[in-house]
Each structure stands twice: as structure tokens, then as C-alpha cells.
């Protein structure tokens, strides 16, 4: 019973390349979710979807994509990484909204 | 614009006391308000659900109350152990969900 699982757990980058992160759920849930976390800043939602080929963005959206093409994947990219995208990255998942969500335990990126 | 604050950063309380922690939030009309603790290198882990027409929810030792017209919600932890030390971090549903900063919770045996 894996949850929600996140690769890669850390990653470093150079300013300007990009990468995805990956996400995944096993139990079916329609809603998923990405945030990131800062110090003294708490999650906040960038992008999310409430279910296959629907996504729509969430607070802080900008040098960042997401993709639903199934129920279990929600893949993150960084078109072009920026210094200030390093932060701890997570994503959750919930049956809908208005449900707990599960969270994986965070990719920690860095972009140097 | 939106808003949702956790009134500590931090919290330190002896063993076997009562924790109280609070989220306040303007400029917002939330159907849901959750709880979760989050320890350090993990993902957050949702404690409490309550809904904008309850007042207060419980599980074991943990409490939760939601005063919309205050736009404040109430988390307490009570005869607090040492395990319960972490973050506790609220969250607001509306179209999406939005977290608070969180608050670090000590407990001191």
C-alpha cells in the first residue's frame, strides 16, 4: 500500500535546465495536488486537478506545468529553472475535495 | 487577498497540559477547515476534518472548533506528551486548499 510517492526524494539543478517531478497515487483518488514549501511560508498550492485531463492553477502557478493524462500520475515541470524555485516540493492526493488529503514525503530541490 | 494565519510560530507547554493553537483567515469563505501535523522531513498527516455548519469536532485527544463568524478555528491537544511534538499546520477549502505557515509545537516532559 505505497500512498502517494514522489521521485526523485532530492535533486540538484543549474539555472535554466528543466526536469519533472514525478508523482503517484495507488488508490484511485481523482484529486491531486501540488505544493511547495518554503520557510516561514507553509505549503502553497501550485497547480492541481480534480480528476484525468483537468488541471488548473493554484496560487503560484508561474515556471511551472502539469499534465493529467491519468488517474495516477501528476508529473510537475520546471520549463526553466530559477534560483528561486528551490524549495521542498509535495504532492497530495484525495478522493475530492473536502476529503484529507495524503501527502508523499517531498522532493528537496535546489537550483544553483 | 486571502489570508490564513497561525497566531505562534512556536509553542512550548509542559507535559500533561493542554495545547491551544489558532488559525485566523480573512478575505475567505471556506466549506472545510483541516488540521495536520507534519514532522521534520515529511510530508504533512491530516488529523482533523470539520465543516463550516459544525462547531467542534473530536477525536481521542484532539480538538477542533470553527467560528465563522470569528473566521477563527481552535486546535487543542489535550494532556499533551512529548510525541506530540511537530508542526500543526490548518488548511482552508473553497474552489482549492490553502495552508496556513504553521505552527511548532513543544512539548516539554
Known amino acids: 500500500n505505497a500512498g502517494v510517492t514522489q521521485t526523485p526524494k532530492f535533486q540538484v539543478l543549474k539555472t535554466g535546465q528543466s526536469m519533472t517531478l514525478q508523482c503517484a497515487q495507488d488508490m484511485n483518488h481523482e484529486y491531486m495536488s501540488w505544493y511547495r514549501q518554503d520557510p516561514g511560508m507553509g505549503l502553497r498550492l501550485i497547480h492541481y486537478s480534480v480528476g484525468a485531463g483537468i488541471t488548473d492553477q493554484g496560487e503560484v502557478p508561474n515556471g511551472y506545468n502539469v499534465s493529467r493524462s491519468t488517474t495516477e500520475d501528476f508529473p510537475l515541470r520546471l520549463l526553466s529553472a530559477a534560483p528561486s524555485q528551490t524549495s521542498v516540493y509535495f504532492c497530495a492526493s484525495s478522493p475530492s475535495l473536502g476529503q484529507p488529503q495524503h501527502f508523499g514525503d517531498g522532493t528537496r530541490l535546489s537550483i544553483l | 487577498s486571502q489570508k490564513i494565519e497561525q497566531n505562534s510560530e512556536a509553542l512550548n507547554i509542559q507535559e500533561g497540559k493542554t495545547a491551544t493553537l489558532t488559525c485566523n483567515y480573512t478575505?475567505?469563505?471556506?466549506?472545510?477547515l483541516q488540521w495536520y501535523r507534519q514532522d521534520p522531513g515529511r510530508g504533512p498527516v491530516f488529523l482533523l476534518l470539520?465543516?463550516?455548519?459544525?462547531k467542534e469536532k473530536r477525536k481521542e485527544r484532539l480538538k477542533v472548533t470553527f467560528d465563522t463568524t470569528l473566521k477563527q478555528s481552535l486546535f487543542h491537544i489535550t494532556a499533551s506528551q512529548p510525541a506530540d511534538s511537530a508542526t500543526y499546520l490548518c488548511?482552508?477549502?473553497?474552489?482549492?486548499?490553502?495552508f496556513g505557515a504553521g505552527t511548532r509545537l513543544t512539548v516539554k516532559p
Open positions: 478575505n475567505y469563505s471556506p466549506a472545510y
Open positions: 470539520i465543516r463550516e455548519n459544525e
Open positions: 488548511a482552508l477549502e473553497g474552489n482549492d486548499m490553502r
